[in-house]
C-alpha cells in the first residue's frame, strides 16, 4: 500500500520521488548505526545472566548501577556533543562517535570486576553521547515536518528489531564458549557486537551527506525542492527569533514537558531492556525446563516483534489522521497497567504476552513523540532542544536499572519495581494531557501548535 504522505495531493511527484530516496538511502544505514548502537549499550542484559554476573560476583543492584552509570557520562555531555555536531556537521560527527563507542566497548572483552565495568561502562556513556539525538536531528533536516513521522518510524524501526535479530545473536555469540583464544562466552559477545561499531563508523564518514545538496543520488529537481521545502520551514520558525537560539531551548516550558514525558517512555523501555533476559532466565525454575542461551534470546526477542508491527501501523496512523496527542498518551497508559500485571501472569506464555503488549505501547509513542520538538525547533534550538529532552529522558536510562536491581535486592521480587515502571509511564500520559489542553481548541491545527505555545 502507497503511504499517504507520499500520494497527498500537497506533494508533487519531484517531492514523492525526493522523500522515496531518502527513505532508500539514508534511513536504512542510520538505522544500522542505531542498531548497533543500541544493542552496545544494553549487550550488558545479555551478558548478565550468563556467566557474567557469576564470574564478576556481582549482585542485582551491583548490575543495575553498572548498567545505568552508561547514562551518567551519555548526560554529562549529550547536550555539547549535539552542539558539536550543529557546527561541525552530522556526518563526520556521528562517524566519529561510533568509532569512539566500538573502541570502549571492545574493552568490555577483558573487564575483570565491578570497578573496571563500572569505569567501562561510564566511558562507554562518554563515547556515545550526542549519537541518538544527532541522529533524529540528522535525518529531520532532510525532509519536511509532513514527513518526518513517517521517516522517523522507519528509523524507530532499529530499536525493536535490535532485540528481534540482537538477542539471538547475542545468544548465539556467547555459545560460542572458548572458541576465540579461550574466551568466555561473553566475553566473546562483547566483542562480537564491539566491531561491528568501528566498522560501519568509519563508513558512514564517506556514505553520509550534510544536506540535500550533497547528494548525487538525488536530481537537480530534487535537490532543490528538498532545500526550497526546508528553507521555507526554517524561514517560518525562525520569524520567531528566539526559537533559534539554544538559549530558547533551555528556558521553554515546553521542552522540559516534553524532557519529563519522555522520561516515563525510557524508564519502563530500559526496565524491559535490562532485566527481560533476567526474568526470562527466571522461567526454568517455574517450569522445571532448561533453555540454552540461544533459546533464551529467542524468547526474550518475542515481545519486540508485535512491537515493531504495532510502532509501524500506529505511525501510519498518525500520518494518515495527524499527529494527535492520544497518539503518546493512549500508548502510554497502556504501558503503564501493561507492565505490573506481567508479574501476576501465571505461566510464562502468559508473561510473555503482556510484555509484548507493553513493548507494543512503548514503541507506538516513540516515533510520534520525536516528530514534536523540531516542529517548532531549528538551528542550534532544535539541536540543544532535542539534545535535552535526550538527556532528561535518559536519566531514566540510569535510574531504572539501578532502581529496579535496587528495590528488588530490598524486596526479594520484581513486583514493586515494575509498579514503579507503571507509575512513571502513567505520569507522562497525564503530562502528555495537560500539555495539550493548554490549546484553545482540540483541533488538527491545535495538535499541530502543542509544541509552538
Excluded: C
Excluded at 38 to 50: C, E, K, M, S, V
Excluded at 70 to 94: D, Q, T
Excluded at 191 to 207: K, Q
Excluded at 297 to 303: H, K, R
Amino acid at each position: 500500500m502507497q503511504d499517504p504522505q507520499l500520494s497527498a495531493p500537497e506533494t508533487p511527484p519531484v517531492g514523492r520521488s525526493a522523500i522515496r530516496k531518502v527513505a532508500v538511502r539514508l534511513v536504512p544505514f542510520v538505522a544500522l548505526m542505531f542498531f548497533i548502537n543500541y544493542l552496545d549499550r544494553t549487550a550488558i542484559g545479555f551478558a548478565a545472566p550468563n556467566g557474567m554476573n557469576e564470574d564478576l560476583a556481582l549482585s542485582a543492584a551491583q548490575f543495575g548501577f553498572a548498567s545505568g552509570v552508561f547514562f551518567i557520562g551519555y548526560i554529562l555531555l549529550e547536550v555539547p556533543s549535539n552542539l558539536a555536531l550543529h557546527r561541525f556537521g552530522a556526518r563526520k560527527w556521528l562517524a566519529r562517535i561510533m568509532v569512539s563507542w566500538g573502541i570502549v566497548a571492545l574493552l568490555f572483552t577483558w573487564v575483570q570486576d565491578f570497578e573496571q565495568l563500572v569505569a567501562l561502562r561510564f566511558l562507554l556513556g562518554v563515547a556515545e553521547a550526542g549519537f541518538f539525538p544527532g541522529a533524529i536531528l540528522f535525518l529531520s533536516l532532510w525532509v519536511p515536518a509532513a514527513h518526518r513521522g513517517r521517516i522517523l518510524m522507519l528509523f524507530y524501526l532499529a530499536q525493536p528489531l535490535t532485540t528481534v535479530i540482537g538477542a539471538p545473536l547475542a545468544g548465539w555469540l556467547i555459545g560460542q564458549h572458548g572458541v576465540f583464544f579461550g574466551l568466555e562466552g561473553w566475553r566473546f559477545m562483547f566483542m562480537g557486537v564491539a566491531l561491528p561499531a568501528i566498522v560501519v563508523g568509519v563508513i558512514a564518514w564517506f556514505y553520509l551527506k550534510d544536506k540535500p545538496a550533497d547528494a548525487k543520488w538525488l536530481t537537480p529537481a530534487e535537490q532543490a525542492w528538498l532545500t526550497d521545502a526546508l528553507e521555507t520551514e526554517r524561514a517560518r520558525t525562525e520569524s520567531k527569533e528566539q526559537h533559534v537560539s539554544a538559549r530558547f531551548a533551555f528556558r521553554s516550558g515546553r521542552v522540559w514537558a516534553l524532557s519529563f514525558i519522555y522520561f516515563g517512555f525510557i524508564y519502563g523501555l530500559y526496565a524491559l531492556a535490562f532485566f527481560l533476559p533476567t526474568i526470562i532466565d527466571g522461567f526454568q525454575e517455574q517450569t522445571g525446563a532448561e533453555f540454552s542461551v540461544f533459546d533464551k534470546g529467542l524468547i526474550t526477542a518475542i515481545p519486540y516483534v508485535p512491537a515493531a508491527i504495532a510502532m509501524y501501523f500506529w505511525s501510519r496512523d498518525a500520518s494518515r489522521r495527524g499527529m494527535r496527542t492520544w497518539h503518546i498518551a493512549v500508548p502510554a497508559v497502556v504501558g503503564a497497567v501493561s507492565i505490573p500485571l506481567a508479574l501476576f501472569a501465571a505461566t510464562p506464555a502468559l508473561t510473555i504476552a503482556v510484555i509484548a503488549v507493553t513493548a507494543m505501547a512503548v514503541f507506538a509513542a516513540l516515533p510520534n513523540f520525536w516528530t514534536l520538538p523540531t516542529r517548532f525547533l531549528t538551528g542550534a534550538a532544535a539541536a540543544a532542544g532535542v539534545a535535552l529532552i535526550n538527556t532528561i529522558g535518559n536519566l531514566a536510562g540510569f535510574s531504572a536499572p539501578y532502581i529496579t536491581g535496587a528495590v528488588h535486592d530490598w524486596t526479594g521480587g520484581y513486583e514493586a519495581p515494575m509498579f514503579i515502571v507503571g507509575l512513571f509511564m502513567l505520569v507522562s500520559a497525564v503530562l502528555m494531557v495537560l500539555l495539550a489542553r493548554r490549546q484553545p481548541r482540540p483541533t488538527e491545527a491545535a495538535d499541530e501548535e502543542l509544541v509552538a505555545r
